[in-house]
């Protein structure tokens, strides 16, 4: 597998050795953020950057965990999920759901509560998002613990839906996010320890 110092390119590497490095360069850690003994892994400067933009588009979109017909629609995590998964939905003529954090949506809305790295949390959806039925893959920037992707499957299963896979940019390690989500297909861009 491919790698970058200690992180592991995974699917970025199908756009390309020079820009998988290129991407991987505009990434930043910040130590003991959003609380002490927390590195944070921040992928806003690579959208920041008009190349690096285009170029996690592209990985994205080359690295769906299952084939676009077998998904009807894109949902994205609040908040950095946004940024991915509506130009996810709009490159492969699909919608896109928000999943949000509590109390941003008009009711009538269903909501999953969840445990953090660094305490606990609340997303909503609006009840009538979905059609019974519809499969959904839910896209998100990072996948740590799973504690949110994990709900976010709990919410779109109480919607009617059903959950296609899973699609990061990133991938914590050591954290066990992806065997929470075992059951589904799931893709990250790069992953690197926690």
Do not use: W
Request: no cysteine; hydrophobic share 45%; proline share 5%.
């Amino acid at each position: 597998m491919a790698q970058i110092g200690d992180i592991s390119i995974q699917q970025l590497s199908a756009v390309g050795e020079q820009d998988a490095q290129y991407v991987v360069s505009l990434f930043r850690s910040v130590a003991d953020f959003p609380k002490e003994g927390i590195l944070f892994r921040d992928f806003l400067p690579a959208l920041a950057d008009p190349q690096g933009l285009s170029i996690i588009n592209q990985a994205m979109l080359a690295a769906l965990p299952v084939e676009a017909d077998k998904f009807d629609a894109v949902a994205g995590l609040e908040a950095r999920g946004f940024l991915l998964g509506p130009h996810i939905a709009s490159s492969l003529g699909k919608g896109f759901i928000a999943l949000r954090k509590s109390g941003k949506l008009p009711p009538t809305t269903l909501s999953q509560e969840y445990s953090l790295e660094y305490g606990t949390s609340t997303i909503e959806m609006e009840e009538n998002a979905l059609s019974h039925g519809d499969r959904v893959l839910i896209v998100d920037d990072l996948i740590a613990t799973g504690g949110s992707a994990d709900a976010a499957a709990q919410l779109i299963q109480r919607a009617g839906g059903k959950v296609a896979g899973f699609s990061f940019v990133m991938e914590l390690e050591g954290l066990h996010g992806r065997e929470l989500l075992s059951e589904y297909p799931t893709s990250t861009l790069v992953s690197m320890p926690a």
